[in-house]
C-alpha cells in the first residue's frame, strides 16, 4: 500500500520545523524559568479565586470543586499548545502579509497553509503545557469514584477538536489581514475573550454561552473537553463539537485561500 507523497512530505516538514525552532529556542534556557514562574503565578491567582468563590458555595452552575479545577488545568494546557504552536505562526503570518514578505512561504513546494502554520514554536511555553496536565491529572485523582477509561479517551479526543478549533479560528484571523490592515487588535481582543475560557462557558448568560461556543470557539477549546474528562460530556454535545471544529476547518481552509488570491508580495 502506496503512501501519500503529499502527506509524507508535510509530516517531514513538520518534524523539521519543530526540530529548529526547539533548537533556537535552547539558546535561551532562562526563558524556561520565566515562563515557568509566569505560569505558576497564573495557575496560583485561578487557584486562589476558586478557592474564594468555593467558600461561599459548593457548586458553580452545576460544577464542584474538582471539575472546575480540571476546567482550569484545560484551559492552561490548551494555553499553552496555542501559545508554542500557533500565535507566533500566525502573528508572524499577519506582519508578512502586512509587509509583503509572504513570498517566502509562497514559493515554496510545500502547501501553504501548512508551511504557515508550522515555521515558529515557542519551546519553552511547554511549562503551561505541563502545569496544566499537572492540574488536570490532580482533578481526576480527586474524582477517581466517577473517572473511568472512557472518559480519558474522549478527553483526549475533545482535546484534540478543540485545538484544532482554536488553530482554525486564529488562522481565520490571521488570513483576515489579506483585507484587513489593523488586524493586531483584534488578535488581541480574541487574547482578552480567551481568558474567559477560564471557567465553564455555562456559568455565563445566554448570549455570551453564544458567543464563547459558535462565534469564538472557547467552549469546543475547554468546555468541552473538561466535560469528556469529568464524564459530564454528553454525545449530543460531543457531536455538535465534532461537527462545529469540520466546518470551522473547512471555512478557515477556504478563507485562506481567497485570501492569497488577493496577496501582493514583494515579487507582484
Known sequence: MSRDPHRAGAGRLTRTYLRVGIMNEMQYRVNFLMEMVQSLLQIGTALAVLGIVFSHTDT????????????????????????MFVQPNMERVVTEIR??????ALTKPADSQVLVSIRDVRFWQITDVVVGIVVVVVALVQLRATLQPSHV???????????????SFWLILAAAAFWLIRINEVQELFNGLYRAGQYPVGIYPSWLKFGLTFLVPLAFAVTVPAEAATGRLSWSAAGIAVAATCVLV???????????????????
Open 60 to 83: 458553580l452552575a452545576g460544577w464542584n470543586r474538582s471539575e472546575l479545577l480540571a476546567v482550569i488545568g484545560v484551559y492552561t494546557l490548551v494555553r499553552g499548545l496555542v501559545n
Open 99 to 104: 509587509e509583503g514578505k509572504l513570498d517566502y
Open 153 to 167: 479517551a474522549s478527553f483526549v479526543v475533545m482535546l484534540a477538536v478543540g485545538t484544532v478549533s482554536i488553530y
Open 250 to 268: 473547512g471555512f478557515s481552509r477556504w478563507f485562506w485561500l481567497r485570501g492569497l488570491r488577493r496577496y501582493n508580495g514583494a515579487s507582484a
